[in-house]
Structure formats: C-alpha cells, structure tokens
C-alpha cells in the first residue's frame, strides 16, 4: 500500500532557482522521512521531521510538516545540477514499516 | 562504515526460472528490509526482519516469494518461479533499532524477467 503521494510528479527547473515538493499521506504518523534517489542507485536519506515539529532544516533544505492537513512540502533553495534525482517521502506505520510514496522527478538544468 | 551490501547487481532470467538475491546490512542494524522498486514507481516494501524475526510480510506473494535473515545478520529474498511482473529493482536496507528512523539503503539489485 502506498501512504504518501507526492506532487508534482515531475519538475524542471533552472539551475538557482527554488524546488518544492509536496507530500499528502492518509493516516497518523510518528515522524515523516524524505528521500533522494539518483538513477540507478539506492535512495538517500535527507531529512526526518517528527509528528510534533512543524519546520526542520538541514542545509539547503528545508522541510516543513502539518498534521491537521496530513502534509510536508520539502523545499530546496539555490538548486544545482547535482540535485537532480527522484524526491520520495515516507511516513512510518505501527511497528515500524516505512512506506513510501511515488515520488517528485526533479530535473534541474544548468 | 560500510553500506549495505547487495548482490548481484543485474540479473536477467526467463519466465517461470528462479532467482535470489542476497544482502548485508550495516553491522549492528536490527531491522532489514526488502522492497520492490518497479520502474516509475516509490518502493514497495515486501518484508520486514527484526533480528532473524519477521516484523511484517503483509505485501509479500508468498506463493512465489520467500526471505530469510540467517542468525539475524545476512538475508537472502528468493523468487520461484519468476513472472514479467516481476520485473523490478529489489532494494534491501536497515536501520537501528526496531524501525520507524532513518532507513541505509544498498544500491539494488535490477532484474529483468523475460
């Protein structure tokens, strides 16, 4: 079962600019993950905000959490080429099981 | 620290023949976890080990499928016999403790049923 549905699905945006990517999910969570995946490899853990936090940061990255909405939006400032890569939120379930979402393709061109 | 481990990389197979794959977490990770990543799509997670126990394998087809964790460190997943929708990449990972944090994941294993 997929929790977390991402938007857009896809994004392209110039190299500077701003990227922000949102996350829906259906039911009461402990703590919301974002992840990175480039082509072809294993996904990146970038970010955990808990149910009680309502804003994180971490570097360019900026990840905000709304529980009465049931949304996280990850936001990433002065984007590069680098970025480039698949976005995926996960919300956690009872015992654990991490469920992720279908994902934000971000392509960020020079 | 060394990542998590996982073997082969690509693997191509015929219909109906049998594949495994096997994975190494990070040392001292209690939970590992097998998800199926099909092309587009965010990973689905198949099972679920804590220690050499199965927390979860609600989404497993277990008709076809089977894992296990040797004395709670390596893990095999095995498909027999393979079908084209099985056509995927399976991603293992771990983490401390008993889930619900920070999830490492291997590169993947990508394979291709024909």
């Known amino acids: 079962s997929q929790q977390g549905e991402e938007d857009p699905q896809a994004l392209s945006i110039q190299e500077g600019e701003n990227a922000t990517m949102n996350c829906s999910y259906k039911?009461?969570?402990?703590?919301l993950q974002w992840y990175r995946q480039n082509s072809g490899r294993g996904l990146v853990h970038l970010i955990l905000?808990?149910?009680?936090?309502r804003e994180k940061h971490s570097g360019r990255l900026r990840v905000t959490l709304d529980t009465s909405k049931k949304s996280s939006s990850l936001l990433i400032t002065a984007s590069r080429a680098a970025d480039t890569a698949s976005y995926f939120c996960a919300t956690d379930e009872e015992g654990g099981k991490l469920i992720f979402g279908q994902g934000t393709e971000l392509s960020v061109k020079p | 620290e060394a990542g998590v481990a996982q073997s082969p990389r690509y693997k191509i197979i015929e219909k109906r023949q049998s594949v495994a794959f096997w994975c190494n977490p990070i040392s001292g990770h209690a939970t590992l976890y097998w998800y199926q990543q099909i092309l587009g799509q965010g990973p689905k997670l198949l099972i679920q080990f804590q220690n050499n126990g199965v927390v979860d394998d609600s989404q497993l087809p277990k008709d076809r499928f089977s894992a296990e964790r040797l004395k709670g460190v390596d893990s095999t997943l095995k498909i027999q016999p393979a079908k084209l929708e099985d056509s995927a990449v399976y991603l293992c990972a771990s983490s401390w403790g008993q889930g619900g944090g920070e999830l490492f994941f291997g590169e993947g294993s990508r394979l291709t049923v024909l």
């Open positions: 039911t009461s969570i402990n703590n």
């Open positions: 905000i808990r149910s009680n936090e």
